[in-house]
């Protein structure tokens, strides 16, 4: 299957996806936020990657332990997974997350194929902050990333400059 060979071509034996070499349009942004891509299917991966990738420092792994190794070692605004995958599936990852405390403050936007109730709140169960069915509009799954992501900067803010006003007066 060629599908499974440009897999295996784009990852390490850990499921990481190896780095491609980036142009001048995919480095870095500084002040943009950090979002990790969590999914087994390339080209739903890569789709949202591409989606995401003008507006933020996107990273991708293709299973959820892949993407806890990373999550260790780099401090994610966001991380958007799919449920159902190999090694670690989305609903252990989002649990690790949430109860690390190192990383329990990353915003978890799980997507799944399951879109009933129970699936939903299962999810939710294990520290989801947004449960999103598929197929979703793209606009919308934007829209949902951007509104958190202000959410949390509007609550960074607030905290530091409640923290400030404390030592103030002192």
């Known amino acids: 299957n060629q599908s ?3 897999n295996q071509d784009q990852t390490d034996e850990f499921g990481k996806i ?4 980036k142009s001048k349009e995919d480095e870095a942004k500084p002040d943009a936020p950090s979002i990790l891509v969590v999914e087994d ?3 739903i991966r890569k789709n949202l990657c591409s ?3 003008n507006a933020y420092n996107v ?3 293709e299973n959820g332990l892949a993407a806890y190794e990373l999550i260790l070692h780099r401090a994610y605004n966001l991380v ?8 670690m599936n989305g609903l252990e990852l989002c649990s690790k997350i949430k109860s690390n405390p190192q990383t329990n403050h990353m915003i978890v936007v799980l997507l799944s194929a399951k879109d ?3 699936s939903e709140m299962e999810g939710y169960k294990t520290g989801a902050n947004i449960y999103l069915s598929k197929p979703f509009l793209p ?3 934007l829209s949902i990333i951007k509104n958190q992501l202000y959410t949390q900067q509007k609550a960074i803010t607030h905290h530091t400059d409640t923290h400030s006003d404390d030592s103030k007066q002192l």
């Not at 958007?80 to 090694?87: L, Q």
């Open 18 to 21: 190896k780095p491609e070499k």
């Open 139 to 141: 606009q919308k799954l």
């Open 51 to 53: 989606m995401l990738q």
């Open 4 to 6: 499974e060979t440009q």
């Open 41 to 43: 299917d390339y080209e």
């Open 80 to 87: 958007i997974s799919d449920i159902m995958m190999p090694k």
């Open 59 to 61: 990273d991708e792994a």
């Open 116 to 118: 009933e109730l129970e």
